[in-house]
């Protein structure tokens, strides 16, 4: 497991821990189903590589401001997992990897349901051109 920044999390499960209780609880979960640490990815404010949204006046937010109205809901997803570390929240992000191609709904649906079971909130997707919320009674 590692601490990263928080970018667009291409190819991963992604939801929002209150507390590193949930987190600890989420992981044991995650290794018992088989998948291995390297796949899971730990993100907080006080990550070392973690950075702050600009003010409002700089270019990078105008920069920002532009890519959200392009981009949509990607965006406003990103903006709240910042907002949720702003807060103290812990993201954790679950990398899917080339073997789960063969049945990636059936290993999305799977892991997705294990974060939201564990105390995840707000558990997706995230594809390369889209977020897909999972949908958990389906």
């Not at 979960?29 to 990550?47: H, K, M, P």
């Not at 006046?57 to 990103?78: Q, Y």
């Not at 063969?102 to 707000?122: F, I, S």
Request: charged share 40%; net charge negative.
């Amino acid at each position: 497991m590692k601490q990263e920044r928080l970018v667009y999390p291409t190819e991963r499960l992604v939801g929002i821990a209150d507390d590193r209780r949930t987190v600890e609880a989420v992981c044991g979960a995650l290794q018992d189903a088989g998948v291995e640490d390297d796949r899971i990815e730990i993100l907080t404010s006080e990550s070392d590589e973690f950075k702050e949204i600009p003010d409002d006046d700089s270019l990078a937010d105008r920069v920002t401001h532009v890519l959200k109205t392009a981009l949509g809901d990607e965006t406003e997803r990103l903006v709240a997992l910042k907002e949720g570390l702003d807060a103290g929240r812990i993201v954790v992000q679950v990398r899917l990897t080339e073997d789960d191609d063969d049945d990636r709904q059936e290993a999305k649906r799977r892991l997705g349901r294990l974060l939201a079971d564990n105390g995840l909130d707000g558990v997706a997707f995230y594809g390369k051109w889209q977020i897909e919320e999972i949908q958990l009674g389906a």
